[in-house]
């Protein structure tokens, strides 16, 4: 038991990386003011023992004693409270930017594997329980020297009722933290259940839409039902040992309490003690339930803490396809990205084989395909978030992977399907590329979006709501454009940035992509007929190879899967293109 607290303290500390000073104030002051309320009883009953002697000398200084015990006592309390603070938001602050530091250098295995609604519990709560750790030592170690030193104050009072108390002491321990354990073991059968229950409400509220076109909702509830049905189960379970620990230990204190006034009295009726004995022994039969219960709730707070410790090394530690940046960082780079020999494979599936593909300085490139033909997979080794399973992916004859991270993310930027805005102005989402307002219009004006940015209310300076929720889809993709053009990368990947669009806007595109093409290298992911007739060389993938590469003109002429993407159809395996 005193190892298994040990790797969960040894663990926090790790995790945590709070500074020492600030752990030892906070353990000294916990030490302080649990010492000083230990010594109240005592002084209590030295007044009454005083006072009915009729010492009044000694009762006063007994009292101003307990003033002084008392003040010190709160001193103490306060400090500890004072540090508590700097310790949970310390602790707080640091633990959430290495978290979100994390998810932004992660592969896209990473959401497989740990679960959005997982991770919203993770920042939401679990942090919030670390910061509350250190505190749970301290209470930990303190209630253990309080609960000793009432035991010893005890013996050299009466050695019979020393033991009496220790043999309480023992078994009210023992039975209470068995029902704490069980508690933290179904509390974690809980917390799945929750995680599971957070990531189908996100995607719920995520897909809205979708669900009242298809009229999802009841079958989404029963799902939410199953997972509210094991919820239930588990906290169900964890209720009951919480009232066995609320409730039947009690039994415990009061059979030994009787037993201990009996004894007491019996004590007192031969004279062996007097009243002031009494009172102090009571008080301290009293404050050893406090002592001890305040010990088994920190032992189970850190159990439960030690779960949230584990959640978060979970994110920490996720490693299995991290990927290093290099140290190169300058921008003055020129020349083609060329896939030479590119494979991937995920687990036993694979993704890529033997892509070879030259794209050249302002060149535009279409990568068309069936679903599921790595079109995607291509642009996630681009992008760096795989690192491929065999050959490489050079930018000047450079590997992609030797580029600085920062360096690399102003090279390459991506637009993607379905883009994220955040929940502030237009000005202040483009401003997180560029703050420049000049260099903001200059950009909207290339996307085509300026104008109607000038419509709207506040213009530049019109608070969007969540996601951009009170424009369209097509203005959203449009913005999300003219931040892609603000970053001033030279290569730009469009994926599929016309399914958003309504027709005369995507009609657009086309004009847009021959007006990026002179500063620009793009390469897009498309299914729109007119803009693979845009592209200047079209990429045809099937089954993650490359089946021909050529013009919209040599293409249409010899390549079968080319002519129904044209036709908006796929091979009879696949059936119809969503036109969108």
Same mark, same amino acid.
């Given at each position: ?21 600030? @752990?030892?104030?906070? @353990?000294?002051?916990?030490? #302080? ?8 009883? *005592? ?5 009454? %023992? ?89 209470? &930990?170690?303190?209630? !253990? ?19 009496? &108390? ?22 974690? %059968?809980?917390? +799945? ?7 189908? &409400? ?8 979708? @669900? ?37 230990? %009690?039994?415990?204190?009061?059979? #030994? ?5 009996? *004894? ?44 949230? +410790? ?39 599936? +694979? !993704? ?50 030797? #580029? ?17 805005? #955040? ?20 950009a909207c004006k290339k996307a085509g979006i300026h104008d109607f940015i000038q419509t709207l209310p506040n213009g530049y300076n019109t608070v969007l709501r969540e996601n951009g929720s009170n424009i369209s889809g097509g203005q959203k993709q449009m913005i999300s454009i003219a931040r892609t053009i603000l970053s001033e990368a030279e290569i730009l990947l469009l994926d599929d940035i016309t399914t958003a669009l309504d027709p005369d806007t995507a009609k657009l595109v086309p004009k847009l992509i021959n ?9 897009? @992911?498309? %299914? ?12 045809? *993938? ?39």
């Open positions: 038991m005193i190892r298994e607290y040990y790797e969960f303290i040894k663990d926090y500390l790790k995790l945590a990386e709070l500074k020492t000073k600030y @752990i030892v104030i906070n @353990i000294l002051s916990a030490f #302080f003011y649990k010492g000083f309320s230990i010594l109240l009883p *005592l002084i209590g009953s030295l007044i009454i %023992k005083y006072l009915t002697q009729n010492d009044a000398k000694m009762t006063y200084i007994c009292l101003g004693a307990f003033f002084v015990v008392y003040v010190l006592y709160n001193i103490s309390l306060y400090i500890n409270y004072k540090i508590y603070g700097f310790n949970m938001n310390f602790c707080y602050d640091r633990l959430t930017k290495k978290v979100l530091y994390k998810l932004v250098s992660v592969d896209n295995n990473f959401t497989r594997l740990i679960s959005k609604g997982r991770l919203m519990n993770s920042i939401n709560s679990d942090i919030t329980d670390i910061g509350d750790m250190n505190d749970r030592i301290s209470e &930990l170690l303190m209630g !253990i020297i309080q609960i000793v030193a009432v035991l010893i104050i005890v013996a050299t009072v009466n050695i019979y009722l020393s033991f009496m &108390l220790i043999l309480f002491s023992v078994i009210y321990i023992v039975v209470r933290n068995n029902a704490d354990r069980k508690i933290n073991y179904y509390h974690n %059968k809980v917390k +799945v259940q929750d995680d599971k229950y957070s990531t189908l &409400l996100t995607q719920i509220i995520s897909g809205l839409q979708e @669900i009242k076109t298809f009229n999802m909702l009841s079958k989404l509830i029963n799902k939410l039902n199953i997972i509210q049905k094991n919820f239930t189960k588990n906290y169900g379970t964890k209720r009951e040992y919480y009232t066995i620990r609320e409730n039947d230990v %009690k039994i415990i204190i009061y059979i #030994f309490r009787f037993l201990l006034y009996i *004894l007491l009295i019996n004590l007192v009726s031969v004279g062996k003690i007097d009243v002031s004995i009494l009172v102090l022994i009571v008080s301290y039969h009293e404050y050893l339930v406090i002592y001890i219960n305040d010990l088994i709730k920190s032992t189970s707070a850190i159990r439960e803490v030690n779960t949230a +410790v584990i959640r978060i090394n979970d994110i920490l530690n996720y490693n299995s396809q991290e990927i290093k940046f290099g140290t190169i960082d300058t921008k003055d780079i020129y020349g083609a990205i060329e896939l030479k020999g590119v494979s991937l494979k995920l687990k036993r599936d +694979v !993704i890529l084989e033997n892509i070879n593909l030259k794209i050249d300085t302002n060149e535009v490139v279409a990568i068309v395909g069936e679903t599921g033909s790595g079109k995607t997979m291509i642009f996630n080794l681009i992008l760096r978030l795989f690192k491929p399973t065999s050959g490489k992916i050079t930018l000047g004859n450079t590997n992609i992977f030797d #580029f600085s991270k920062d360096i690399y993310s102003n090279i390459v930027s991506v637009v993607n399907q379905k883009p994220f805005i #955040f929940n502030m102005s237009i000005r202040k989402n483009l401003d997180f590329v560029d703050a420049n307002i000049e260099h903001q219009i200059s007006n990026l093409k002179k500063d620009h290298t793009i390469i897009m @992911i498309t %299914k729109k007929p007119d803009l693979m007739r845009s592209a200047d060389r079209i990429v045809v *993938l099937d089954s993650g190879r490359i089946n021909d590469v050529g013009t919209h003109k040599e293409l249409i002429e010899r390549n079968e899967i080319y002519q129904m993407l044209q036709a908006r159809k796929s091979p009879s395996r696949i059936g119809v293109f969503n036109n969108d």
